[in-house]
């Protein structure tokens, strides 16, 4: 009979302790936000996007079994922080989301943006990036972040500039150094990844400022070990 109870006992402790374990890891599950450009959504050279560093996240929480939800939706090639500001400002829906961008962006446990390299080129191109700009830039991120700061307590983590054949090394310094204030300011991560820009194996060719797979997965590493 002792052994019957034993046995019993056993079964019950080790259901038990199953709940508790399923139960702690589905509410310790991660919400994960994508935003940004073209960077952000892996926009490769053929003018797709490919795998992005935020496609590498999602894999590497979803292998440690901790990822609840993942949304990209405002990861979008040609996005600018003016227009990623007024749709905070507006608070839309999009189709393919339940909910809207400040609902989601409350939800969330780690918000990555990448944003600013395309527009940014986009202004050295059309010979718009001077000193004025690039404070104009500084100050729409300063009230991107407030804003972020005013709805979320999630990790932010903020991916920083880097030189291309349209984009000066000189202004990507000045650039980066200003992010990184600014994200000190707001209390988020600031993740430099400049120096990738001086592996060849990182870019998909000279005529494109586009990063390839073996780039994104770094910036996913760092920013892995950021958190």
Request: charged share 25%.
């Amino acid at each position: 009979m002792r052994r019957k109870y034993k046995v019993i006992i056993i079964i019950l402790v080790s259901t038990l302790l199953t709940y508790f374990i399923y139960f702690f890891n589905k509410e310790n599950k991660l919400n994960i936000v994508a935003i940004g450009d073209g960077v952000a959504s892996g926009e490769t050279f053929y003018n797709i996007d490919g795998i992005s560093f935020n496609d590498y996240l999602k894999e590497y929480f979803e292998s440690k079994h901790l990822l609840k939800n993942y949304n990209n939706s405002y990861a979008i090639k040609n996005l600018e922080i003016k227009d990623l500001i007024d749709d905070l400002k507006s608070n839309i829906k999009l189709k393919e989301d339940k909910l809207s961008i400040n609902q989601i962006i409350h939800k969330a446990d780690i918000i990555t943006i990448a944003i600013g390299e395309e527009e940014l080129v986009k202004k050295e191109i059309t010979n718009d990036l001077n000193k004025e700009s690039i404070n104009e830039f500084i100050q729409e991120y300063d009230n991107l972040l407030y804003m972020l700061k005013e709805i979320t307590e999630a990790n932010i983590v903020v991916v920083g500039l880097y030189e291309n054949s349209h984009l000066d090394k000189s202004n990507v310094i000045i650039l980066n150094s200003e992010l990184a204030n600014v994200a000190i300011k707001y209390n988020v991560i600031f993740i430099n990844i400049s120096d990738l820009v001086l592996n060849s194996e990182y870019m998909f060719n000279k005529n494109s400022y586009y990063f390839n797979y073996k780039a994104h997965k770094e910036i996913a590493e760092m920013i892995i070990h950021s958190l």
